[in-house]
């Protein structure tokens, strides 16, 4: 594949969770949650979505999301479970992308806020119609999708390298 492929960052916030008397890390998911996040997966499979890498928070809500998410997939992409997008930064969210190999063209982040949406609006540098505006006045609720595209090597994403294509919410 070359670098000059287009590529797309799919970015999942976990679906909504609940608040039951553990760790914020192990919180599971509400039934609502549980409700929503099938629906993300098929919105995913609807719009042609397969990522070849899916980078999943290693905290319950995320794994849980993912798990209901990615049964309405065609096929199960590769997926690591990532204890550095726990908690991450920007700068760190942006990192891990840059370490994905050349040969992925569509990356999956499964993800929190306010880490989901600080990376969809960092990167977007253009967008198609009202697409960042709906984005920003939602403040990228719980199961929320964003679609990024740019062309390039994993390594160059950066701060308004990419193009917002496409954004999602459930109850949005």
């Not at 599971?28 to 997966?41: E, S, T």
């Not at 040969?103 to 960092?122: F, K, Q, R, S």
């Not at 679609?147 to 109850?171: I, M, Q, Y």
Request: aromatic share 6%; with cysteine; hydrophobic share 40%.
């Amino acid at each position: 594949m070359s670098v000059d492929t287009p590529r797309r960052i799919v970015l999942l916030r976990h679906a909504k969770a609940d608040w039951p008397q553990v760790s914020d890390h192990e919180r599971p998911l509400a039934d609502r949650g549980r409700a929503d996040a099938p629906v993300a997966g098929r919105r995913l499979a609807e719009a042609g979505i397969v990522p070849g890498l899916a980078l999943c928070s290693s905290a319950a809500r995320t794994r849980e999301t993912w798990k209901l998410a990615v049964q309405e997939l065609p096929h199960r992409p590769r997926t690591v479970y990532e204890d550095r997008m726990y908690e991450a930064s920007l700068g760190e969210l942006i990192a891990l992308v840059n370490e994905t190999p050349e040969d992925v063209a569509d990356l999956l982040l499964i993800g929190h806020n306010p880490g989901m949406h600080a990376m969809a609006d960092a990167l977007c540098g253009d967008a198609e119609g009202d697409l960042l505006p709906r984005m920003n006045r939602t403040g990228f609720p719980t199961c929320a999708i964003a679609v990024l595209t740019f062309d390039g090597p994993w390594k160059s994403v950066e701060h308004g390298v990419a193009r917002l294509v496409d954004f999602w919410a459930p109850h949005a």
